[in-house]
């Protein structure tokens, strides 16, 4: 399937859309204010160590202090590795492999999400563009997307190189190991060689700068969103790379030449008067990548919802009477969502655990060709991903990898007056909660008026249908009640003064 690469730029914010077939698929922003952290490298400071956790926290200099847990040590990775030669590996506890106030070389392998701090791990990997990097490691490896049966011959082949290039002695640090990513599979011996160069030289400066600067400094920083364009999301099918500034064109050509000359032939100059991103309604699918209802072209729709835990995607009918029976009218709508909900995950990059409730389906057939259509289109997404299939209730769990905070939640903000539940009290509930409220002040003071501030759709609920709830409570209490309309009050506030 084709693919076209969108990079809209601006001094404050990147965007990236990938764009099949007329249709957007994934969507990368990156703000020069929030760049995300993952891959960056620092020596950290251990703030402190949790023997029961078997974690600590370390000082990398954000605001919230970095998690460490012990099977992200180097000393655990080591194990883990030896444990698959078949030797031992016995877990030594986190308390005897780090202390308070000493200073680690640390990556984060996972964005500050929330109110978690960053996930850290003291196994450096340094990515380029055909190979990663482990310097603290011998490891060779292939990537598990490469088939199987090529895997051992292109280990062997990348063995020979890293050997060779260690021989030379010209590439600083000559320890370390490699694994081949997914678009090195092809590669020739004088690109992964210049890659192999490249990797232990950016480790090389890493080391001399960890010598050099004190704890709580930033080592290395991972590419920009700009160059994992090239890096990461051109593929063979990837027609052009439309970019809309000039002087981020040169710069990426000129990045380009040196790591991804390939890609090079692909990029392109924009130079049209409309927007790059209304060549293909961006902004709209942005728009709607935020809401909650998608629209299916059948006429059915979903429903995406996000919590902190987990999310869940709806399937619904809604108008679609298109086939000959209600099954086929089913059918016809669960595998229309299967490819929406997959586009959903990546468009809105959402993470974690995933619960799809398709509509039920009475056929084992259909069941099993809905889900079949699932997988194959979540096989073409770049994260990795795992469906588990029907549960006992009939819903469908997935897993996605969080890799970085989601759509809705880089450009999205808790709402102000509902404080993110998506809805707020009726006014007559707000009228009845401050009814109430007087009734317990005036069993506690004295004073000579209760006075009601509160936004006017309560004030006006007060005045008309509660007037006369309102005139027999002041009755009953002895006191006179004013009211007064607050126009900056969202619907559940208020405020009782007592005068």
């Known amino acids: 399937m084709q693919q076209d690469i969108l990079i809209n730029w601006s001094p404050q914010e990147t965007r990236v859309a990938v764009v099949e077939s007329g249709a957007v698929q994934e969507l990368h922003v990156e703000r020069t204010l929030e760049r995300g952290l993952v891959g960056n490298v620092y020596l950290g400071k251990v703030a402190r160590v949790l023997p029961g956790m078997q974690s600590a926290f370390i000082d990398i200099g954000l605001d919230r202090a970095a998690f460490l ?60 563009r055909l190979l ?48 081949l990513r997914t678009n090195g599979e092809d590669a020739s011996d004088a690109e992964l060689g210049e890659d192999i160069a490249y990797l232990r030289k950016t480790w090389a ?17 991972d590419l920009s969103l700009l160059q994992r364009v090239l890096r990461d999301l051109v593929s063979e099918t990837t027609h052009t790379i439309r970019i809309d500034s000039s002087e981020q064109h040169q710069q990426l050509q000129t990045f380009g030449q040196e790591f991804m000359p390939s890609a090079v032939d692909k990029l392109q100059l924009y130079k049209g008067e409309r927007p790059i991103f209304d060549l293909f309604n961006i902004d709209e699918e942005v728009g709607k990548a935020l809401g909650r209802r998608v629209d299916l072209k059948s006429g059915g729709y979903l429903i995406v919802d996000q919590t902190e835990a ?9 108008g ?6 209600f099954d086929e009218t089913i059918f016809k709508t669960n595998l229309e969502a299967a490819g929406a909900i997959a586009r959903q995950l990546r468009l809105r990059n959402l993470g974690g655990i995933v619960i799809a409730d398709f509509i039920d389906m009475t056929r084992e057939d259909h069941r099993e060709a809905v889900l079949a259509e699932f ?47 998506g809805s707020v009290k009726t006014a007559r509930t707000v009228t009845y909660d401050i009814l109430r409220e007087i009734l317990r002040e005036a069993r506690q003071f004295n004073p000579r008026e209760f006075r009601v501030i509160a936004s006017p759709d309560v004030i006006d609920v007060l005045l008309d249908e509660e007037s006369q709830h309102l005139a027999g409570l002041s009755d009953f209490i002895g006191k006179p009640i004013s009211l007064q309309a607050e126009g900056a009050m969202s619907q559940e506030q208020y405020d009782i003064v007592l005068l």
């Open 310 to 318: 987990l999310t869940t995607v709806d399937v619904n009918t809604g």
């Open 320 to 325: 679609f009477v298109g086939a000959r029976n």
């Open 132 to 179: 990663v990097f482990l310097p603290q490691d011998q490891h060779i490896g292939v990537s598990q997307k490469i088939p199987l049966e090529q895997r051992e011959a292109l280990r062997r082949r990348l063995l020979a190189l890293a050997e060779a290039a260690a021989q030379d002695g010209k590439t600083g640090n000559q320890s370390g190991g490699f694994i």
């Open 69 to 128: 847990h012990v099977a992200d040590l180097m000393s655990s990775v080591a194990a883990r590795h030896a444990d698959d030669k078949g030797e031992p590996a016995p877990v030594v506890p986190i308390e005897k492999q780090v202390f308070e106030g000493q200073s680690l070389l640390v990556q984060v392998i996972k964005d500050p999400i929330g109110t978690k701090g960053a996930r850290l791990s003291s196994q450096i990997s340094i990515a380029g």
């Open 205 to 221: 400066r890493i080391k001399e700068a960890s010598t050099r600067l004190p704890p709580k400094s930033l080592l290395h920083q």
């Open 375 to 421: 997988r194959k289109q979540l096989a073409r997404d770049r994260v990795k991903t795992m469906v588990s299939g029907y549960s006992a209730l009939g819903l469908v769990e997935m897993t996605r990898k969080r890799t970085r905070e989601s759509l809705a939640h880089m450009l999205c903000e808790p709402c102000p007056v509902c404080d993110g539940k």
